[in-house]
Every structure is written in structure tokens, then in C-alpha cells.
């Protein structure tokens, strides 16, 4: 008997439109609240450090964020898989509220990191749990569909996000950005207490802990060496090295842990399927590439243009309207033809592209030619962001659909926190080089104006505004000759993720949602699909449903190998599926349909 259909502890769930329609409206809360966070620091930062003296750190406000949610993913996807993912979805926007208002509270620069840290803990179920319910709820087939409103969701808030920042920084406080979360969190938070309607399990299965303990190890020292590396530390310095081996020692003791344990967090045999792992690779380098960009791009607008903190984030709108753009096209087109492998090829060459294109901004291109380059690259990665997660979650089993997506999401992370301190320290370490350098060429009555100024730990768009024509001209020059050339570095990533989107294979979207095929759910008549009659009794079949052109929904099985496929109120001729296609199918059973 398997696990899910075990395990259940309430008959299968009907889902109707309606249903769906209640869900899917808690999801988009808890996405808007998770996608806000991501980008309203943006503007917000340069303000921010220099207020509490953290410029040479400020990687670590977008590091810690990051490093936290990607800790915590694989968690939450697998006790979703385990135990019903509500519960813990409530959790997750409850921790995400009160990181949110300690981060606003915080006196200095590390108390900051600290509560940014444990918001993270929660922004990481946020992901996570959302993207795997919406999996739970709609066929891959037809999920495409969403990718629209999901796409714009990510726009608007990845729109919004700087723009309030900006305003926030600019007209009240910084405060804000963190406050602001709060009602937000309060509302989705409610919402999904009472519209979110998903099945609850038990488990006997054991926590993984040595795995958990071992995985948190590896991905924190990992992080440790790209944040310090060349920057507080030296790369040959004994704290380095030791965090080098460290972060391999760790990470070799957790792949033999998870190929040994009967319940791994991150199970072995997904990495088996090609499809899973050149997806989770493009998402890594998609990470990687994607939101270092996108976090020091304002702090160019700002320092380097002139720009306001309003302004900066204004001037984000062209890379979130061709991210709509192209995920609720490319989305509309693969639910109607199930195609998607163009889309990962086009995608990472056109980001790619836009990346090594905005590495030509200087303090003088105009704000017309750099939204132009901002728009590219967020046509380019609205092509390939929504498709990657499909992908993954349509080539594996659907008891493991949680465990998946979560993997996938740590791999992005990893290179999101990797690519972030990486691109942070070669900035810093390149701006304090550039300002330096220009410092020692100055005349001596500017250089008696510059000692006075700010240090690079302290400066603010304020502070640099405010500076004396020949020093503001110095920093800006610096801000613009340490960032813009340090693009180069993230372009190489894109290639190579479009040369591994060629071997993505093209497969068959399944038309079956991840609770239907475990036999959690059935579809209602309005959705094409009759409630099973035994609905809820102890029986080893587990009843799907199959959307077939022509045929409307055709009842499907699964039965022990041995035992008779009870049919309950539906009749006719049980033939043998053909499922060699699919990767999720049960080596166990045999797989029939009603016909």
C-alpha cells in the first residue's frame, strides 16, 4: 500500500474550480509577501549600510537573506512530502512576520543581519510550499496557464518592491521595507488558514537529522569562503582554507549520509534523472547570474547616475515588464502545445546577452539605453524562471513533488548566495582599489577637501551628493569603473547554462495533479471528473484522472501487483496503461485504465 494513500488521515479532497480558485488566491498572498522582500531592500541598501556603518559588508544583508531560505528549502519540501504542507505553510509566513519586525527595530548593522537571518527561515517555506501546492492542485499540462499570473504577481512585486523602498528610504524610513511585511503577512497569514484546504499525513518515518546537520554545515562554510575570500580574509589564509576543506569534508560526509538513510532530506536517486539534474543545474547558474545582478543594479543607478532611491527603483520597471511579458506568453503556449525546451535555450542567451551588454554603463549612458538593457535581460529570464520549476516537478514522482522542488530551489539559492558574495566582494574590493588609486592622484588642496569625506564603509547617495565637486566626481567615477565592468564575471554563467538547456529532453507534461495521482483528491464535475464513490475507504487503489482529447477524463487506477482494481461507481473495460513514459510511475504496481 503506498505511503500517501496510508497515510491520509481525511477522504480525498474534491477539486473544483472553485477550490483551486481558493487556493491558488492564498498562494499569490504568500508569493506577493515572499517576492516583495526579495527586491524592496534593493534601493533601500546603499542608505541602509552607510546609517549603520556596514558598506564593506553590505553583501551580507542580501547574503544572509539568502542563505537562510536556501538552509531551510529542503526542509520544507520534505516535511510538506511527509506530513501535509498547510501546517508548515502557516509556520513559514509566521516566522517570515516577526524576522520582518525585528529587522525593523534593529539598532546596528549585525543586529540587522541577525533578524534578516531568521526572516529568511520563513521567506524559504514561502517558495518552497507554494510552488509545490500549485503542483498538488494543477496538471503540468494545464499549469502553464498559471505561469501568467504568477509571472505578473513576480513583476508587480518585484516592481513595487524598489519603488517602495525608494520611497520609504527617501520620505519616512528605511524602517519600512520591513514593516511593511507585517500586514501584509497578518492578510496572507489568514487567508491561508481559512481558504487553504490540503490533506494532513502522518509519518513514521524518521527526520533525517545527521543529514540536516551536515547539509547546514556544508552550504553556511560555503558561504563563509565566497563572502570572506579576498576581502576580510586572505584567500591563503588559514581561516579560508579551513573553511575549504571544511565545506568539502562536510559536503562528502552528506552524500554518504542521504545515499545510506532510509528518508533522506535530499534523496540520491533524483540526481539518476537526467531531466532533474540538468534543470537544477541551470537553476544554480540561473542564481548565480540572476540576482547578483539584480541586487547591485540600484546601487549603480544611485551612486554611479545620480539617480534617487525612488528613482532607482522606477528605473526596474523595464526588467520586470519583460519578465511578465515572457512568462505569460511562453507559459499561454507551452499549456497549449506542451513544448518547452526552446524556451531555456532562448532565455539564458538572451540574459546572457543583456548581462554582458550592461557592462558598457558608465556615469553618462543615458536612462533611456539602460532601461533598454534592463528590459533584455528581463525578457530573457522570463523564459526560463517559471519553465525550470515545471520541468522538474513534471519528470518525477508526485509523493516526491515537495522533496523536488525544494532541491531544485536550494541548488538556485546556493548559486543565488554564492554569486551575490562573490559579486559583492570583487565590487567592494574593486571600489575601495578605484577610490584609492584616484585619492593619490589628486592635487594636495583636494586632497585635504577628500580627507574629510566619508569612508567607503559610510557612504550614502546622501554623503555623495553632498561631497565637493572634484571628490563626488572621484567617487562616481569609482562606483561606475568597479561595477559595471564586474558584469563580465556573471556572463560566462549564462553561456554555459544555454549550452545545457540544448540536452534538456522534451517530455510529455503530465495531465494529472500531484494529489490526484496520489490519491488525495478527485476532480469535481466541473472539472471534467466525477467524486470517486469510495472516496476515503481504506482500499489499496489509488484513483486518478487523465484528461485525453476527444475522451474527456478517463479514470485511472492503481492497483497492488496481485490484488483486483476495485472499480466503485464507475464501469467499463480495464486495459493496461501505457505509462512507459512516465518517470513517476510506481515500479510496483500495475498501471490501468478505465476505458
Known sequence: MSAASTTAEKAPIVLTKRTIILIFSALMAAMFLATLDQTIVSTAMPTIVGELDGVEHQAWLVTIYLLAMTIVMPLYGKFGDMWGRKIIFLVAIAIFVIGSFGSGLSQNFWELIAWRGFQGLGGGGLMI??????????????????????????????????????????HMDWRWCFWINVPIGIIAFLIALFALKLPSHRSDQKVDILGIVLMVATTSQLILVTSWGGHDYDWDSPTIIGLIIGTIVAGVLFVLVESKVANPIIPIHLFRNPTFVLSTTIGLLLGLGMFSAMAFLPTFLQMAGGTDVTGSGLLMLPMMAGVMLTSIVSGIIVSKTGKYKIYPLAGTLIAGAALAWMTTMTADTSMVLIGTMIFTMGFGLGLVMQIIVLVIQNSVDPKLVGTATSTNNYFREIGASVGTALFGSIFTTRLSDKIAEAMHGLPADAANAAAGAPSTDSLTPESVADLPGPIHDLVVGAYADALAPSFWYMVPVFLVAFVLAWFLPQLKLSDVAGMVARGEAVYGEDMGGRANANAGTDTDVNTDTEATAGEGRLSTVTVAEGAQPDLGADTGTIHRADDANRLWADPDKEQYRLK
Request: glycine share 16%.
Open 129 to 170: 510550499l507554494s510552488q509545490a501546492i500549485i503542483a498538488d492542485i494543477i496538471p503540468a499540462s494545464e499549469r502553464g496557464k498559471y505561469m501568467g499570473p504568477l509571472g505578473g504577481l513576480f513583476a508587480i512585486s518585484s516592481v513595487l518592491g524598489p519603488v517602495l523602498g525608494g520611497f520609504f528610504t527617501q
